[in-house]
């Protein structure tokens, strides 16, 4: 057993048994919350204790509070208490009772969650223009009373997601003429719902078992920048869906196979378009995007395009959205089977320019071919030429190199170096050496040949190849022979 846990035991385990310390009051006095300041502001954070009363001493001044995750049934007594609140946090709570009124009396009231509670009714009876921010997600909520924001003229954040919502009061929103951001995601609507707001930009309606979208469905929301209606059922976008500013249209994952070119004709303002993951086979031609100047950003990929037909649309259409589609590798063929995997444009044009295409490939080849082998062959050249000319150097370098790697190799090195003196070969005769020398050209022979060539000019003509300059074949006249006569008598004296 750890000592941190036997300490406290031994220490408290007596005075309760002894009846001094009751086991309530020790838990009530154990500061069920935690007060802090962060950037100026004072936390008081009682979240996470499975409390559902709070208890008597807290800092009242607190500007956060947070009872998330707790049981809290009712809102507690205490809280009227904390008239500077900005924000309440009583999510993952059990609360089914309306906000109370002192709220009204709150100046500073900015945020209030009640994410994940029971509220199954939404009613409207508070009047606050401080509430901005109200998040209602992840409750039971199926009615919601048409006067529900009537009095948060200010609210700009609603979030009313996962509840059981299939329908909305059309006037709701008039009143919030701040609403910017209205989340209705994960509920049982089968429509768009027909609701008005002036001030609405982003709409969330995100799998919502929704199948009808109608050419009036964004009517009415005159300030929409956004929607998103992924994960629905989808089939048809109407001809002529109209908004005048609309920019931010997100059909992912529905079941939509086709458009015209009147399905986003009256979207001017149109500029990122989602319909990835949907049932699309025939590439669309670019007449569809035609009143879509300001079309930046696509997305299509999980579409199983069809390039059947390999028609020149293939190319157009690929051109036009190459640069739109965030991940190119979404322009794929699906079928037929000979071109899957391969782009729009690879499709098209390995079908309609297949002996284009090798035919340069092969020109390319060559060519790069010459230009690899030119530079080999400098290269080697290169390296002959520099070895030839710094021999000597680039073995000292060697013999550096080799010294600093290993002893052991060093023999080698002086060996090299011993090499380098001339050969006793390739030294010229000594005097003595060439006195001893065979007398290969001595003239005294040179009678025999005279006499010889005198006979057979043919056979003295090979001899006299071998045996030397001296003896060359020559045009020879009495003259030559008398004078060569003299000198061999010169030697002879000698
Ligand atoms: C409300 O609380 C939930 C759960 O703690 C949290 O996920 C959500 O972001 C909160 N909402 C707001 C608007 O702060
Ligand atoms: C693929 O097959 C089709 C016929 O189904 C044919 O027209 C086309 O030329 C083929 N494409 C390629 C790249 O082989």
């Known amino acids: 057993m750890r000592v941190d846990v036997l300490l406290p035991l031994m220490v408290w385990l007596p005075a309760v048994l002894s009846g001094v310390v009751r086991l309530e009051d020790y838990q009530v006095d154990d500061q069920p919350c935690i007060s802090y300041t962060i950037d100026g502001l004072r936390h008081v954070d009682c979240s996470d204790r499975g409390i559902s009363e709070l208890p008597q001493e807290l800092d009242y001044d607190a500007q956060v509070l947070d009872l998330s995750n707790n049981n809290f049934a009712t809102f507690p007594p205490q809280l009227e208490k904390f008239t500077r609140l900005q924000k309440l946090d009583l999510s993952s709570n059990i609360l089914a009772q309306p906000m109370p009124f002192y709220f009204e009396h709150w100046q500073h009231l900015r945020t209030v969650n009640l994410s994940n509670n029971n509220y199954e009714i939404w009613f409207g009876s508070l009047r606050t223009s401080s509430i901005k921010v109200l998040d209602l997600s992840k409750n039971k909520i199926n009615t919601i009373d048409a006067a529900a924001l009537s009095g948060m003229p200010n609210l700009s954040h609603l979030d009313l997601s996962e509840n059981r919502i299939y329908d909305l009061p059309m006037k709701m929103f008039t009143a919030a003429n701040n609403l910017d951001n209205l989340i209705l995601s994960r509920n049982y609507f089968s429509d768009v719902p027909k609701f008005q707001s002036t001030s609405l930009r982003s709409l969330h309606l995100s799998s919502c078992q929704i199948s009808n979208l109608n050419v009036d469905s964004l009517q009415g929301m005159n300030s929409l920048l956004a929607i998103d209606l992924s994960i629905n059922q989808i089939e048809r976008v109407p001809d002529n869906l109209a908004s005048n500013t609309l920019q931010e249209l997100d059909l992912s994952y529905n079941e939509i196979g086709s458009l015209t070119d009147d399905t986003f004709s009256s979207l001017?303002?149109?500029?990122?378009?989602?319909?990835?993951?949907?049932?699309?086979?025939?590439?669309?031609?670019?007449?569809?995007?035609?009143?879509?100047?300001?079309?930046?950003?696509?997305?299509?990929?999980?579409?199983?395009?069809?390039?059947?037909?390999?028609?020149?649309?293939?190319?157009?259409?690929?051109?036009?959205?190459?640069?739109?589609?965030?991940?190119?590798?979404?322009?794929?063929?699906?079928?037929?089977?000979?071109?899957?995997?391969?782009?729009?444009?690879?499709?098209?044009?390995?079908?309609?320019?297949?002996?284009?295409?090798?035919?340069?490939?092969?020109?390319?080849?060559?060519?790069?071919?010459?230009?690899?082998?030119?530079?080999?062959?400098?290269?080697?050249?290169?390296?002959?030429?520099?070895?030839?000319?710094?021999?000597?150097?680039?073995?000292?370098?060697?013999?550096?190199?080799?010294?600093?790697?290993?002893?052991?190799?060093?023999?080698?090195?002086?060996?090299?170096?011993?090499?380098?003196?001339?050969?006793?070969?390739?030294?010229?005769?000594?005097y003595d050496e060439a006195l001893l020398m065979p007398r290969l050209n001595s003239f005294h022979s040179l009678p025999d040949f005279v006499d010889e060539e005198l006979d057979e000019p043919t056979r003295h003509y090979r001899r006299s190849r071998s045996i030397g300059d001296l003896t060359e074949h020559r045009p020879r006249t009495s003259d030559r022979r008398s004078v060569r006569r003299t000198r061999m008598v010169e030697i002879y004296i000698n």
């Open 268 to 430: 001017p303002h149109l500029a990122v378009l989602n319909l990835r993951g949907n049932e699309f086979r025939e590439v669309w031609p670019t007449s569809y995007f035609a009143s879509n100047p300001f079309l930046r950003e696509v997305h299509v990929k999980g579409n199983r395009w069809s390039c059947d037909g390999f028609s020149v649309n293939l190319l157009l259409t690929y051109e036009y959205l190459a640069p739109k589609v965030v991940d190119e590798r979404s322009l794929i063929c699906y079928t037929p089977s000979n071109v899957t995997q391969m782009s729009w444009q690879q499709a098209y044009i390995q079908t309609w320019h297949a002996t284009d295409s090798p035919e340069s490939y092969t020109v390319m080849a060559v060519m790069i071919g010459i230009i690899i082998g030119i530079v080999v062959t400098s290269c080697v050249c290169r390296c002959l030429m520099a070895l030839n000319r710094s021999d000597p150097p680039a073995t000292n370098g060697e013999t550096t190199v080799l010294n600093a790697n290993s002893n052991a190799l060093q023999p080698r090195a002086e060996s090299v170096e011993i090499r380098v003196p001339l050969r006793e070969e390739d030294l010229p005769p000594t």
